[in-house]
């Protein structure tokens, strides 16, 4: 009688089943599936992920939960569960192999996987290091060979690539076995980064070898996203993207290297391959001969570019590269730069860089400069940018000192009058 009086005083939803009946069981399994997928991999239906919960924020990973893996969880949950999920290839493509040696788990996910395309996550690590978040999401440079025999033969099946080392003997091995594969013809998305012991975030100084190469041998037809993190390529034959549908392109490149760069011929002629690219982030990187060497009256247009950031430029070099660059259809820009001079050719150089009726959105920012002298800085371009008398309409010019702020406005795009829309992102 007393458990009746309780059950009767809670709400449907927590009164507990009678018998062997269970409301979970009534669920179709195309509604389960639904919510699998959701949990796991909710890109696959549209929906993003919360960037404050991915494994880039810093935070733990929504796919692990105590140490487990949620397919594993969901698969061992019961009979019914587990026979769904060995049914849904989508459920398992993203391998990481942090199982180690003989990596079972990860061969099993992929022959689950049947013909669907993979998601490669590799995090190399020789030493702690606060470039990597997740100390259990790494391998040991000595299990990279035996990935590489599982993983190189089946690269015609990778969807996304992702490859982050804290040394630069795994990045340019990994760079000569990517050279080796063949064509990667359902690759979308690629990403390689150095991530040195002081943070993914500080230009070390480190070796690299001379002898560059190209992925894939110059095939991925389907490429829409690369980032490299000094990472460097063999740009005067790195075509592999040149006439794809390659929409987002960031490349970050060392200081010291800048021998490795590509030359102004290579340089345009890459940018000039993107006929899709509609986001460009450059930092430290662009062509590797002095400014007062580039060939006068050569221009590049990229009409598709909306959003540019370019990064860690002195103003001389800056002015120079928009000087040899047109777009007409950019609504984006932010510029971080390490000097004050030169401001007058920067603006000239900006102006017939842009359109001035598309540009809405203009921050400008510096890194390393006293405080008095980035705000004399700033007080100079905008008044020079202000007797244009009207040639260059923009509706919000800001300028910032502090590079997380800088980086945060590049995530935070929801302006309406930026005009763009989800479908113009990767």
Excluded at 113 to 131: E, M
Excluded at 149 to 165: C, E, H, N, T, Y
Excluded at 372 to 390: F, H, V
Aim: charged share 25%.
């Amino acid at each position: 009688m007393a458990q009746e009086s309780v059950a009767g005083c809670q709400p449907p939803y927590m009164t507990p089943p009678v018998g062997d009946d269970c409301p979970v069981e009534r669920i179709p399994d195309e509604i389960i599936l639904y919510i699998f997928t959701i949990i796991v991999a909710p890109s696959e239906i549209g929906i993003r992920a919360n960037p404050d919960t991915s494994e880039e924020g810093g935070k733990a990973s929504p796919s692990t939960l105590v140490g487990r893996k949620l397919q594993d969880i969901i698969a061992h949950v019961c009979g019914r569960w587990r026979a769904i999920a060995l049914e849904m290839p989508s459920l398992w493509k993203c391998i990481d192999f942090t199982d180690g040696p003989p990596f079972d788990r990860s061969q099993a996910w992929i022959k689950r996987t049947k013909d669907y395309p993979l998601d490669i996550v590799l995090q190399c690590k020789r030493t702690r290091s606060i470039g990597f978040e997740d100390e259990e999401s790494h391998i040991d440079p000595c299990d990279l060979p035996a990935i590489l025999d599982i993983i190189l033969p089946r690269v015609s099946r990778w969807g996304s690539f992702s490859f982050a080392a804290d040394d630069t003997r795994e990045i340019n091995d990994m760079v000569f076995a990517l050279s080796t594969a063949g064509e990667a013809s359902e690759l979308k998305s690629m990403i390689l980064s150095y991530r040195g012991a002081l943070g993914w975030y500080r230009f070390v100084p480190f070796e690299v070898e001379e002898q560059l190469y190209v992925p894939f041998r110059g095939r991925a037809p389907k490429l829409l996203k690369l980032e490299l993190d000094r990472v460097h390529l063999d740009w005067a034959q790195s075509s592999f993207f040149h006439g794809s549908s390659l929409a987002h392109l960031k490349v970050i490149s060392n200081p010291s290297h800048l021998t490795l760069r590509p030359s102004f011929h290579d340089f345009t002629r890459t940018l000039g391959g993107c006929s899709n690219l509609s986001q460009l982030s450059l930092t430290n990187f662009g062509p590797s001969e002095d400014v007062s060497s580039w060939p006068t009256g050569s221009v590049t247009e990229l009409p598709s570019l909306k959003r540019l950031t370019l990064s860690s430029f002195n103003t001389f070099y800056l002015a120079g590269l928009l000087r040899h660059l047109r777009f007409p259809n950019l609504r984006v820009m932010m510029a971080m730069m390490t000097t004050t001079t030169h401001t007058d050719d920067l603006v000239a150089s900006l102006c017939s860089a842009i359109s001035p009726t598309k540009l809405v959105d203009l921050q400008l920012a510096w890194v390393h400069i006293a405080k008095r002298e980035r705000d004399a800085a700033a007080n100079r371009l905008l008044a020079s940018i202000e007797c244009l008398d009207g040639v260059l309409h923009i509706d919000r010019i800001t300028t910032e000192m502090v590079f997380n702020a800088f980086t945060a406005r590049w995530k935070q795009m929801d302006d309406p009058r930026c005009g763009l829309t989800d479908d113009d992102e990767c």
